[in-house]
């Protein structure tokens, strides 16, 4: 018994090796348990380290001032919409570059590969010049006070500025995890987000020759960090050994290639929007019950989002699975493949569900003293927690549409869960029938819950497999 658990162990350690490592790039044929296996650990820690950045990050920013804060959170704001733009397009690189790769249709998948670039550095570099004209406009129609203008007014110029580095990173990253190349996209982002932990203070408070350049310093440190790492993504896709090979004879826009992929990243902007603004107009509601319920609900979900990561690594890895079997001509594979994962993220979920209903104030203790905060906190947590296993499925479901190019199910999903119920129901409840927060987090948690209902119903009518992209 002994021997076999070792031995186990060791398969499970030289299998983790592997997928760090990207030993494994053709997922449409072997063991299926393998291959999510293979591409959920560099997803997972790609997003891992995403999460850490951002913690990272406003730690440093927190030490300038009340107002550096405040800038990096309408700085955000306006970035949602170049995350929009990106998160969309990498939906659809993602989607036609596994589906080109099952095909096994070398220059097809590097054609879509220039079209994603080209038509990120044209969205960036209209977004940069208004970001570097116009940087104090931004901040004060966003509201921001003249003081916190003049101080923060340098960290939107060169966020906005430099936003092609966050548009390139995104997109090329999404064309490796399409391609079956996951680890590439998680050594990119972990140089990346490596580089700005190390730079964020010397920028920010100065060494040596490097003045201090305060809140402008944090965006600096980001753009050093993410373009450094956009360098390396183009030198594999140029010279490295990924299925992605690049030549400069490759470099010609192709009208028809362009216009597809605006087609199908249309649906994953649409969802984005739809669930970033449901979030807003959430956070809204919550306003209505005072600065310590706000609170809570504020460290609540952060610290739910550093366990939502790994499940959203499964629901990549179960994307690039569909649409490279859907390639490769073998929709019951795809779809064995989505159930597969979809397992295990629940087992995850479930788990972390169970820690959170008995944990819940201790974790909020460590963020805060203040009782009433953590009582709103913990509450959140508890609350939304019930319905995690739901959420496994209906995250795994989702992008598994979107890897199959069905970009607008989705988009409908979301509309009918988040605008037509979540929202109304939040408000009737918490303001209407005087449910205060219990009211919103019961929202929060039937929506994901209709999310997870509505999709498998619809995945399991099986349209997804017949998509053209």
């Not at 997922?27 to 990272?56: N, Y």
């Not at 969802?271 to 807003?280: M, R």
């Not at 993220?345 to 944990?359: I, N, T």
Request: proline share 3%.
């Amino acid at each position: 018994m002994t021997e076999n658990n070792q031995t186990s162990k060791q398969n499970i350690f030289s299998l983790f090796k592997d997928a760090v490592l990207g030993k494994q790039q053709d997922f449409t044929q072997g063991s299926i348990h393998k291959a999510v296996f293979m591409l959920a650990i560099p997803m997972i820690l790609e997003m891992l380290m995403e999460s850490i950045f951002a913690l990272v990050d406003i730690i440093y920013v927190s030490r300038v001032s009340v107002n550096a804060v405040a800038t990096v959170g309408l700085t955000e704001s306006v970035l949602t919409l170049v995350y929009a733009v990106a998160i969309g397009l990498s939906m659809a690189a993602t989607a036609l570059v596994a589906r080109r790769t099952g095909e096994k249709d070398a220059k097809g998948a590097n054609e879509t590969a220039v079209q994603v670039i080209f038509l990120g550095v044209f969205i960036s570099i209209l977004i940069s010049i208004v970001g570097i004209l116009y940087p104090k406009e931004i901040l004060q129609l966003m509201g921001g006070e003249p003081d916190l203008i003049a101080e923060g007014y340098g960290y939107t110029r060169v966020l906005l500025g430099g936003n092609i580095t966050v548009m390139l990173l995104f997109l090329i990253n999404a064309i490796f995890r399409g391609a079956g190349n996951a680890s590439i996209a998680m050594w990119t982002l972990i140089l990346s987000n490596g580089l700005n932990i190390v730079l964020d203070p010397i920028f920010i408070f100065g060494l040596g020759p490097i003045p201090a350049y305060g809140v402008e310093g944090a965006a600096i440190a980001t753009t050093i960090g993410r373009g450094t790492a956009v360098v390396l993504q183009l030198l594999v896709l140029f010279f490295g050994a990924g299925k992605i090979k690049i030549a400069v004879k490759d470099l010609v826009i192709k009208v028809s290639v362009m216009i597809n992929l605006i087609k199908v990243s249309l649906g994953g902007i649409g969802q984005f929007l739809i669930g970033t603004s449901s979030w807003v107009f959430l956070m809204r509601i919550m306003s209505e019950f005072g600065s310590e319920v706000l609170a809570g609900y504020t460290i609540a979900i952060r610290i739910m989002m550093f366990t939502l990561m790994p499940a959203w690594g499964m629901s990549n890895a179960a994307a690039t699975l569909v649409g490279q079997n859907l390639g490769a001509n073998q929709p019951d594979r795809a779809e064995k493949s989505v159930w597969i994962t979809s397992k295990y993220c629940a087992y995850f979920m479930g788990l972390v569900s169970v820690v959170y209903l008995f944990l819940a104030p201790t974790f909020l203790n460590w963020f805060s003293e203040n009782t009433e905060v953590v009582k709103n906190g913990a509450l959140c947590l508890q609350i939304i927690a019930a319905g995690y296993i739901a959420y496994a499925y209906g995250m795994v479901v989702i992008q598994s549409f979107n890897g199959s190019g069905d970009t607008k199910t989705p988009t409908y999903i979301n509309f009918i869960c988040f605008w037509l119920f979540q929202l109304p129901f939040a408000y009737i409840m918490a303001i209407t029938l005087d449910y205060g927060p219990v009211g919103v987090f019961s929202a929060i948690t039937l929506a994901e819950i209709l999310i997870a209902v509505i999709g498998i119903w619809l995945f399991k009518k099986g349209k997804w497999k017949t998509v053209k992209v």
